[in-house]
Structures are given as structure tokens and as C-alpha cells.
């Protein structure tokens, strides 16, 4: 197409540090993200977990390949249901759990069952705490705000982080846990500025006052905890809850975001595999972008610009239609679309340290399952891509020359002009020994060439190339060929600090270079 793409890296320009909390996750009781994703119920044809007593009733297969994804963070149990979630319903003895009917999900009016099908609890507390430790992840637990009180959420904590003297440590250690958890991150409700949530309050001012209730309940159980309020895109909601709430009782403020979205109660063609959709999703980074900044710009009017408070983007990913969502196979196109998102993040995390994409298992997830084993879909690939190829410092000084496109309107993401065709980041360890490069070409359908120029780092010739592409974006992982998408490595031996690449068509490539 072209030659005259050129990117050039000053890998000697400051440096800012990337949050791993970029790279986290989130499960809901919905669809079958826990109860047939995350957690067997129905039998399957392939081994469930053995040699840990908390997670018998697991799969090895979800277990590891949770364990592989190295996720950071991981938030339980909603999302919109951690507004009708008791917690006590789901501890102890697992004959003695409640059963329970999903009153957020399977209480939508028109929704098929299978997005809110009754809880048996088998998977609570003490099974996902037992998990997030298996893999090396923070917990992140939303309370009940909607139809809970104050005293339910402290009990929660007590439970997690409390001493085996206290009456909720005791029974942790009565139901086989001695040692404290200690989650230090605890959200206090859930998207509560919608008319779809229990417990929704029309108010800033009034959910910033009975936020405080659970904020100081909470933490007279423990002191330490981290809280996440529930932001909103909305200045006023945002800048109202902070200045009511104050800089003491607040660490984060969330914030959401699913594209390209379709609302209502629309049913129909699962994934809209065409141009219009492609190019739209691939010039919707603004969008992500300006949330944050909206927000960053919010945290800073309310609390003022020394404010310790942060940003947790805890909920974001691809969501096409609202009511298909139960089992969410993902195409090349979203993984596309994750890494650029991806690189996004990894630009703004010290104003956004912590982002969960949603969600892990089957409902919207990044993994889906069925009784015979796993597709890992381009989506796990793109996130495989950044937590096992990049590093934790941003190379501030690059830039970019390569030619634009515009898009249309595709639902929530609105037309765009002059979009870059590729994007990209450089990232490079402590040390300063390790560099890679990740370039994105997003054309539909044609190779770029790049020239790229880097300074400030001498590559040795051996370097190695990882690849996430396949013959067109509207490939998928199947049952049929779990891994037709996967990715690609390959070793170089001719890397110069000026070189010339191919970038195929929609693709994600990373080089890696070591210095000399
Ligand atoms: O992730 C699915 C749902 O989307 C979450 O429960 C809710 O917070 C959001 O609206």
C-alpha cells in the first residue's frame, strides 16, 4: 500500500511506569460465567481439580488456563448482581448452601432464563478467595449496597481479613480457612446511577451519604482496606459522590464501558461480522480514552490535583447485543480490539491503574467452555500477548507517521476522521535491557510496511517475533478447531536499530529485543 510509514522509539526519552492491575478481570453469577463456566456443575468430559479441597469442582483445564492469563486482579460477585448477593448464602459445609433465585439477571422481563439461572452457591466466598490465590491475583469484592446493609458488608470483611478472635474470623477458621485473607480492595455498589440496578439511587448526595455508612462500617473491621466508589459518565454524579464522600473514605472511582453495544432487549445475530462494525471498533480508543480523562478531570475538580484517588475502569470490553450475551464467542476483530485498548491502558495507568475486562468465563468471556474443553478466544490471545511480551515501562518519546481512515457510526461508537492504521507502544524492563516493540496495523485488508527507527537502544541481531492473526477478523477458535487463532513466535537473527517490517492486515505483532 504504502512506504512511508515510519515509527520512531527514543528509547532514551522518560519512562512511565504501567500498573499490572491493567491486565485483570472480573466474574458475575450471570449466564454461565461461575455455574458452568468457571465452576462444573453439569458433568464434563475433561478432569476437574483434585489437589486443592477448596476447588474440588473446578476444572484443571478453566483452573489453568485462568493460571496462564496471570491475571492481577480479580472482582467477584458482580457487577449488577453484587446488589442482591448475600454472602452468607454461600459459605460453609456445601450441602448447608442456600439455593437461590438470580434476582438481578434472571428477574429481567423478556430475558431468556439462561442469563439468570437459580444459584446453588457452591462457589463463594472461600472457593473464589481459594482461586485468586491459586492463580496470583488480588481480590477485588464488591458489597451489597442495593439490598444489603452496612453491617452485612462488615461482617464480609471480618470474614476475609479478621483475626480467628473476632465472630466472622471464627467461622472462616471453623469452615476450614485459620489465616486471613485479606482482600484489600472492596467496591461499594455497582452502576447504583441506573434504573436497572437494586438499590438505584437517583442522587449523588444520596448514595455519596449511605456510602459512608458501609465505608466506616467496613473499615472499623480493618483500617487497611482500599474503597472503590461508583463513578458514572457524568461529571455531576462523579464530582458530587467525591465531594460528599472526601478524599478519607475514598481510594477509587469506577467507571464502565462495553462497545459497540446494542441496548434494549434486542436479540439476533450474535456478531455483526462486517466492515462497518470492524472499522468502527478499531477507531473507538478515544472513547476510552476521554472516559478516563472526564474522570481524571472530575477526581481532580472534587478532591483537588494532589488527590490520591484513582480510577478503576472495572468493567470493559465487547459487548455487541445485550441480551446475547450467556455464551460470547469472540472473533480476531475483538482481539484486535483488546490490544489496542490494551496499549490504551497502558498510556494512562497512572491515572487508571486498575482495568477488568468483563468478564473471564463464557459471558462475555475471554474463555468459553463446553464439556469437552476450552476455546481460548483472540481475546485471551491479545491479553497472552501483553502479560507474557511486554514489560512494566512505557517508552514516552514515540512517534507514529502512517495513514488515516474515517469511519461511520456504529452504535455507541460514533464516526471518526483520520484514524491512525497503526498504533503503537513500546515498553521496556527495569533494567533497560529488554525491549518490545507491539504494532498494530488495523487495515482491513492490506500488509503496511513500516520503517522503524530506534534510538537509545542497541538490539542485538537475535530477536523474536510473536504474532496474533489469522486470514481474516471474522476468524474464530470453534469447537471444531479450538486453535485455528493462536500465537505465533518465531526467532529473528537480522534486528538493526533501523529496519523495515510487514505488518499483515488487522494483526497484532510484537518484537522483542535484548540490548547487546
Ligand atoms: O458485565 C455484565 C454487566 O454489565 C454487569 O453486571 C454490570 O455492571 C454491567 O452493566
Not at 457487577?79 to 454472602?87: E, K, L, M, R
Not at 491459586?134 to 446493609?149: D, H, M, R, S
Not at 467525591?242 to 436479540?267: C, F, M, Q
Amino acid at each position: 500500500m504504502t512506504n512511508e510509514n515510519k515509527i520512531s522509539i527514543n528509547v532514551g526519552s522518560p519512562k512511565k511506569p504501567i500498573d499490572s492491575m491493567i491486565y485483570s478481570n472480573f466474574v458475575e453469577h450471570l449466564g454461565e460465567c461461575i455455574q458452568n463456566g468457571l465452576w462444573a456443575y453439569d458433568p464434563v468430559n475433561v478432569p476437574l481439580v483434585t489437589d486443592n479441597p477448596v476447588l474440588i469442582g473446578m476444572r484443571q483445564d478453566v483452573l489453568q488456563a485462568v493460571k496462564e492469563l496471570k491475571l492481577t486482579v480479580l472482582r467477584a460477585f458482580g457487577g449488577c448482581y453484587s446488589d442482591v448477593y448475600h454472602w452468607k448464602d454461600a459459605i460453609g459445609s456445601r450441602d448447608s448452601r442456600k439455593f437461590v433465585k438470580n434476582l438481578h439477571w434472571g428477574a429481567i422481563e423478556g430475558a431468556p432464563p439462561e442469563i439468570g439461572p437459580d444459584i446453588e452457591n457452591q462457589f463463594g466466598t472461600d472457593e473464589f478467595l481459594t482461586l485468586c490465590e491459586e492463580i496470583g491475583a488480588k481480590p477485588y469484592l464488591n458489597v451489597n449496597y442495593g439490598t444489603g446493609t452496612p453491617e452485612e458488608a462488615a461482617d464480609w470483611v471480618e470474614y476475609c481479613n479478621g483475626s480467628i478472635d473476632t465472630e466472622y474470623g471464627a467461622l472462616r477458621a471453623k469452615n476450614g480457612r485459620k489465616e486471613p485473607y485479606n482482600v484489600k480492595i472492596w467496591g461499594i455498589a455497582n452502576e447504583i446511577f441506573g434504573f436497572w440496578e437494586p438499590g438505584y439511587e437517583k442522587l449523588p448526595e444520596n448514595y455519596a451519604k449511605k456510602y459512608l455508612k458501609f465505608a466506616k462500617k467496613m473499615r472499623e473491621k480493618d483500617p487497611t482496606i482500599k474503597l472503590v466508589a461508583c463513578g458514572y459518565e457524568n461529571s455531576n454524579w462523579n464530582r458530587t459522590v467525591l465531594k460528599n464522600i472526601g478524599e478519607e473514605w475514598v481510594d477509587y472511582i469506577s467507571i464502565h464501558r462495553y462497545l459497540p453495544y446494542g441496548a434494549g432487549k434486542v436479540t439476533g445475530k450474535k456478531h455483526p461480522d462486517n466492515q462497518r462494525c470492524y472499522y468502527a471498533l478499531m477507531a473507538s480508543s478515544p472513547l476510552i480514552e476521554n472516559d478516563i480523562n472526564d474522570t481524571w478531570n472530575d477526581i481532580i475538580a472534587a478532591l483537588g490535583k494532589n488527590s490520591h484517588v484513582r480510577i478503576a475502569f472495572d468493567e470493559w470490553g465487547v459487548w455487541y447485543l445485550f441480551m446475547d450475551i450467556v455464551k460470547t464467542n469472540y472473533n480476531l476483530q475483538d482481539g484486535v480490539w483488546t490490544a489496542i485498548i490494551l496499549m490504551t491502558f497502558q498510556k494512562m495507568s497512572d491515572k487508571c491503574p486498575m482495568a477488568n475486562w468483563a468478564q473471564l468465563v463464557n459471558c462475555i468471556g475471554t474463555i468459553q467452555t463446553d464439556p469437552d474443553g476450552l476455546i481460548l478466544t483472540p481475546v485471551y490471545l491479545a491479553f497472552k500477548l501483553f502479560v507474557d511480551h511486554t514489560y512494566n515501562n512505557l517508552i514516552e518519546n514515540l512517534n507514529v507517521n502512517c495513514e488515516t481512515f474515517d469511519t461511520d457510526k456504529f452504535r455507541r461508537i460514533p464516526k471518526a476522521n483520520n484514524v491512525p492504521y497503526i498504533d503503537c507502544n513500546a515498553t521496556i524492563n527495569d533494567e533497560g535491557n529488554k525491549l518490545s516493540i507491539m504494532l498494530i496495523n488495523k487495515h482491513f485488508t492490506e500488509p503496511l510496511n513500516i520503517t522503524l527507527e530506534i534510538e537509545g537502544f542497541s538490539p542485538k541481531e537475535q530477536g523474536v517475533l510473536v504474532e496474533l492473526n489469522s486470514q481474516s477478523p471474522f476468524e474464530y477458535n470453534t469447537i471444531e478447531n479450538r486453535n485455528k487463532i493462536k500465537l505465533e513466535h518465531k526467532e529473528i537473527d537480522d534486528v538493526k536499530p533501523n529496519m523495515t517490517l510487514e505488518l499483515p492486515a488487522h494483526s497484532v505483532k510484537v518484537i522483542k529485543l535484548n540490548k547487546k
